[in-house]
């Protein structure tokens, strides 16, 4: 049984900073990868930024500059530190992880629960 756990999300002011964090457990022989998406309401999902075991980053265009990804592939763990949040980013934020699993040859992508951002006045 695998999970992952996310926190952090939450009330924020425009301009204000959140970091939501992203936590794999179970039977995992390697992270491959670690990565955000988020759904804002009215929209489609679409893809926030995510990082690999090589150490390759990419970010959404519009969260470039303001976002930071992170994530300890050894602890199988992340986060996402949000910066200068508009209102827009308001969404619920997923957490993926690419994760082989003891015993099996091939690695398969993993979901959190989502955690919510508003960012309002």
């Known amino acids: 049984q695998v999970q992952l756990v996310e926190s952090g999300g939450?009330?924020?002011?425009?301009?204000g900073?959140?970091?939501?964090?992203c936590a794999a457990s179970g039977s995992i022989s390697?992270?491959?990868r670690m990565g955000w998406y988020r759904?804002?309401?009215g929209k489609q999902r679409e893809l926030v930024a995510w990082i690999n075991g090589s150490g390759t980053i990419t970010y959404w265009d519009s969260v470039k500059g303001r976002f930071t990804i992170a994530a300890d592939f050894?602890?199988?763990t992340g986060y996402?530190?949000?910066n200068s949040l508009k209102p827009e980013d308001t969404?619920?934020?997923y957490c993926?992880?690419?994760l082989l699993l003891a015993g099996t040859d091939d690695s398969h992508r993993y979901w959190g629960q989502g955690t919510q951002v508003t960012v309002s006045s």
């Open 10 to 15: 939450g009330l924020v002011q425009p301009g």
């Open 17 to 21: 900073s959140l970091r939501l964090s």
């Open 30 to 32: 390697r992270m491959d």
């Open 39 to 41: 759904q804002g309401p």
């Open 74 to 76: 050894a602890k199988t």
């Open 80 to 82: 996402l530190q949000m």
């Open 91 to 93: 969404a619920v934020y």
């Open 96 to 98: 993926y992880a690419d």
